[in-house]
């Protein structure tokens, strides 16, 4: 290495070495500032997490006031209300990434999500300021919905989860970027915070079936990046506080302009799943009304065989033309399909077998058509509880 060349590398380290000093000096104003305003009691409440709070607490209170189970509520009814599904989300109802966030699988679960909010949100909305607070909190919530809805489709999920551990992973990534400047039992804090909510968040998994472990992973791991480089990008040294807000504002709209861009880039990434659902409830709802049928006959064969030819036969077939039409379909939703397409065929299968019976006075026949129609109803495994 020439002279020269040793040189530029000195004044090199030392500028690096400069800018460093720089952002510590920086970040430690900044924190002597906060500290100020607390002791001065000029602390801005955090209202934005009291908001928050109330928004997902009132949700659920009307939502057990309607009558839903207030410990345990069942998935057809949460998806009711607005759960994420990802087969519905492609279909057009890309609301849900939104209402998910604010519905919860019973007292334990929004127990559990406000007191992590609670925690976790009063520090972010102080560190980050309200618009990089909601930033996050919103951005990483859809964000985690969305994987989640890629990643199991055809299963729903609800919580503030996957926002919740956004705003705990931006804590961290501030944590991260700032330790050397931050105050030591600040930083001890950090980490005992993230050891009792990552213990609870196991817990609370545990207990909770429909907790959606994928959008916890993608919000924490969303919200550490966010977190950093909102921390590193506003480390730039200001003269007035009319400046650090301009410069806080500037850098949030970067970063909530960059996160729209993923959101649309993974709303059309995502495959376009067929709904097999209204199929398969309008087949039920056929073979229902055939079945009304074939009790209302009674014990009148003569009406039982006409309700079998014109009503039962008819109406498996078609059952097995619909559901066995092509579609595009998670591998979950196509076993869903097959176990119904299954159904309807040994249905059909079995009507037959009991037609020829009451034509035949075969009570032989008769019998193999009740072993159909109990392997029909054996074919739908879960599907039939």
């Known amino acids: 290495m020439s002279e020269q060349e040793f040189e530029g590398e000195v004044v090199s ?54 009558g839903v189970d207030a410990y345990e509520p069942s998935g057809g009814i949460m998806v009711d209300y607005g759960a994420l599904v990802g087969v519905l989300i492609v279909n057009g109802e890309w609301w849900r990434l939104l209402t998910a966030m604010f519905l919860h699988a019973g007292i334990f679960h929004i127990g559990f999500n406000m007191y992590f909010l609670w925690q976790v949100g009063r520090f972010c909305e102080r560190l980050f300021g309200r618009p990089g607070y909601l930033t996050i909190y919103l951005g990483t919530g859809l964000l985690a919905g969305m994987v989640s809805a890629a990643w199991t489709p055809t299963i729903p999920s609800v919580g503030a989860s996957g926002a919740l551990f956004g705003l705990f992973g931006a804590f961290l990534g501030f944590t991260l970027r700032r330790r050397r400047s931050l105050p030591p039992e600040f930083v001890r804090m950090a980490k005992m915070n993230a050891l009792i909510l990552g213990v609870l968040s196991v817990v609370i998994a545990v207990m909770i079936p429909r907790i959606d472990l994928v959008a916890h992973v993608v919000g924490f791991v969303v919200g550490l990046g966010l977190g950093y480089l909102i921390s590193k990008l506003a480390e730039r040294p200001v003269k007035s506080k009319q400046e650090a807000r301009a410069l806080q504002l500037k850098v949030v709209a970067g970063v909530a302009a960059a996160t729209a861009v993923v959101l649309v880039a993974g709303a059309l990434g995502l495959p376009r799943w067929d709904d097999p659902y209204p199929k398969i409830e309008a087949a039920y709802d056929r073979y229902h009304a055939v079945e009304l049928a074939y009790i209302a006959a009674g014990e009148d064969v003569e009406r039982r065989i006409e309700v079998i030819e014109e009503q039962a036969l008819p109406v498996m077939d078609q059952n097995q033309a619909e559901l066995g039409a092509a579609m595009k379909l998670p591998a979950r939703s196509r076993e869903t399909v097959d176990q119904w397409t299954r159904h309807y065929d040994l249905r059909g299968q079995a009507f037959a077998k009991e037609l020829e019976g009451l034509r035949n006075n075969d009570p032989r026949a008769i019998s193999e058509a009740e072993a159909l129609h109990a392997e029909a109803m054996a074919a739908l495994g879960d599907e039939s509880e």
């Open 13 to 66: 380290l030392a500028e690096r070495r400069a800018q460093a000093q720089a952002r510590e000096a920086e970040a430690r104003r900044q924190q002597a500032l906060q500290q100020a305003r607390v002791e001065a009691g000029e602390e801005p409440k955090p209202w934005l997490t009291y908001v928050l709070i109330g928004l997902n607490v009132l949700v659920w209170v009307v939502m057990v006031s309607l």
